[in-house]
C-alpha cells in the first residue's frame, strides 16, 4: 500500500538548533517526494521537491532533504533554526503519471526562543 | 488572480444543513484539486479536475459530497445534509498542466475554509 509516514507528530527544538524531520515513505513505483510547511491560517507552501538526480535537494528558507532509497526515507533538515519556521510540515509522495499526493500526517514544530 | 483563493474562510453550520465551499484558482491553471485535512491527520484528496476532462471524483467520501468546476475557472465543493464528522480544513488547489505529469509543476494551495459542523 502507498503511505507516508511521519513518526514524530510534535517536536520541540531552541532558536538556533538543527533541526531534522523524519518521513518515511511507501511507494510501488518511482516516488517524486515533497516537503510542504503550513503555517497557521495559510495555505501549505512548498519547500522543496525531489524527482530525480541529486539526492540532496536544496529549498527555500535554508531548508533541505535528502532522499535515502534503501531506507525509504525523505529527511527534512535545517542547520539553524529561526523563531519563524514554528508551523506544520508535511512529507508528500507521488508518481510518474499520476497527480495525487498521499500526505504524512505532519509534524507541528515549536521554537523556544 | 495572485494566488488560490477559497472562500468562507470559515464557515460553522448546524448538522443538516448544506454548505457550499468556492475555490477561485489561479489565472491559467488548467488543474484544480480539492484536499481535506481533518485534525490531527493528513491531507486526503477529494476531487481532481483538468480542463474540460471528466474529473476524479475517487476520494470523495460519500455522495452527500459533490464538486463543479466550469471550464478553468472557479470550482465549488458542495456537502450535503452535513455531519459532525464534515467538520475539517478544505483545501483547494491549483496547477498548470502541460506534457509532463501534473506533479512536474507543483501545486498552489489556497489557505482553505475551515468548517466546523455543530
Known sequence: AQSVTQPDIHITVSEGASLELRCNYSYGATPYLFWYVQSPGQGLQLLLKYFSGDTLVQGIKGFEAEFKRSQSSFNLRKPSVHWSDAAEYFCAVGGTGTYKYIFGTGTRLKVLA | ?118
Do not use: M
Not at chain 2, 1 to 19: C, F, I, L, R, Y
Open chain 2, 1 to 118: 488572480g495572485a494566488g488560490v483563493s477559497q472562500s468562507p474562510s470559515n464557515k460553522v453550520t448546524e448538522k443538516g444543513k448544506d454548505v457550499e465551499l468556492r475555490c477561485d484558482p489561479i489565472s491559467g491553471h488548467t488543474a484544480l484539486y480539492w484536499y481535506r485535512q481533518r485534525l490531527g491527520q493528513g491531507l486526503e484528496f477529494l476531487i481532481y479536475f483538468q480542463g474540460n476532462s471528466a474529473p476524479d471524483k475517487s476520494g470523495l467520501p460519500s455522495d452527500r459530497f459533490s464538486a463543479e468546476r466550469t471550464g478553468e475557472s472557479v470550482s465549488t465543493l458542495t456537502i450535503q445534509r452535513t455531519q459532525q464528522e464534515d467538520s475539517a480544513v478544505y483545501l483547494c488547489a491549483s496547477s498548470r498542466g502541460g506534457q509532463g505529469p501534473p506533479l512536474n509543476y507543483g501545486y498552489t494551495f489556497g489557505s482553505g475554509t475551515r468548517l466546523t459542523v455543530v
